[in-house]
């Protein structure tokens, strides 16, 4: 049994004011009260605000906004009605150029502070559309017994429930402005208490909806989806269990939604619920420039770590004597099989492997490679960063979504292998968020 903890105090319930002196890197304002430090959802740095406690923890405190009193002179009105309780944004508040000098000064800061190192160029910020920009996502749903009617959207800000929202201006216009229908529909189905998710998946053919149902859905149900899907242009699937379990409602769903790099002459399909980048205009501009500073040539061997469906192997491939990508998700690597058959390209193979093991065995891994691209999730590529003397490659590219695992692990490129780092800079990948979507060129 779970115990209470009764020596708890409560939560003082009047607003304290505070002055905020800059924000973390999940976009709070940082403030100093009673010899702690306290995070402040919604305070800007340079704002004089009053605020309320929302947890009280031995070295730091959190807190939500209650009134600016000195407003900063980049705060802005948010673009979105739902910003204040919507999870899904955590910056319409601050104007859009301030959003991109704070990433960018985050991201210099985790390399000097965690990273002991300095990037020789910082790169100009690549940018793509503020609004409609997202691709992917996955919206939570939840059906309100006593108010007879579905909520669809992200969750509320630091809490569990969903949000209370019927537009997302961030999310692709074929979704974004419809989740209204989409809450409609889910109250209609009879399964309705037994759907808690629908997965967005926007590609340049068209939109997939995949709606993660726990239990099989009724005749009805599965009509109701088709005539939804059918009325509104979208390919709808649902999913009982895992992402083998994913079926098309309607035969014209079974096509795959894809999207195109037409600098590198590359076509990718993609699953509905297999990882791609939620920001087409940006991931087109990201593969550029990483070509650009991986610089590939005809004559030589490039190794693409955490290589996904191939968004960079394959652009790669049309340029050097061969790519080897690998990636731990088995079902990607397929689909990468796939899109390089699809494309016609025959000189990039592809594994499946744990990047976070001893890979030393592995006949890919005994080879040599003149140049690398890593790609990795959150947790970033230590163990591998720590294997890569193994191939001896010159030049080293990063693709990061988390500033604090790359200078972890440029300070390992670079103070443990001998590389320099040649430059760094931020993508705009996630606009009005904390998240930071950045790139770095090592080499030795």
Known sequence: MAR?????????????????????????GVAHMDGKVVFIDGALPGETVT?????????????????????????????????????????????????IRHKQTLLLEQLRRIGKVQPAE????????????????????????????????????????VADIDVCPVLHPAVGEKLSLLAELVAGLTVREQLPQIEIGVGDNHCALVFRILQDAAAEDLAALRAFGEAHGYAVYTQRQGPDSIEPVHEDSAALPSYALPEADVHFHFNPTEFTQVNPAINRAMVARALGLLAPT?????LDLFCGLGNFTLPLARQAKSVTGVEGDAPLVQRARDNAQRNGISNAEF??????ADVSAAPWAQRHYDKILLDPARAGAQEIVRQLPRFGAGRVVYISCNP???????????????????????MDMFPHTAHVESIAVFER
């Open 4 to 28: 209470r903890n009764y020596n708890r105090k409560p939560l003082p319930k009047e607003p304290r004011q505070a002055v905020v002196e800059s924000l973390n890197h999940d976009a709070r």
């Open 51 to 99: 605020f309320t406690y929302t947890e009280i923890r031995r070295d730091y405190a959190e807190g939500q906004v209650a009134t600016v009193l000195e407003a900063s002179g980049e705060r802005i009105a948010p673009h979105c009605p739902h910003a204040g309780i919507c999870g899904g944004c955590s910056l319409q508040h601050l104007e859009h150029e301030a959003q």
């Open 122 to 161: 910082v790169f100009d910020v690549l940018r793509g559309p503020l609004w409609g920009y997202r691709h992917k996502a996955r919206l939570s749903v939840k059906y309100v017994r006593k108010k007879g009617r579905a909520l669809v959207g992200f969750r509320e800000k630091g809490g569990p429930f």
């Open 298 to 302: 005809a004559d030589e061997d490039v």
């Open 351 to 356: 594994f499946a492997a744990d990047l976070f």
């Open 404 to 426: 604090a695992t790359l200078a972890r692990d440029a300070g390992i490129l670079v103070n443990e292998l001998g590389y320099r780092l040649l430059g760094a800079g931020i």
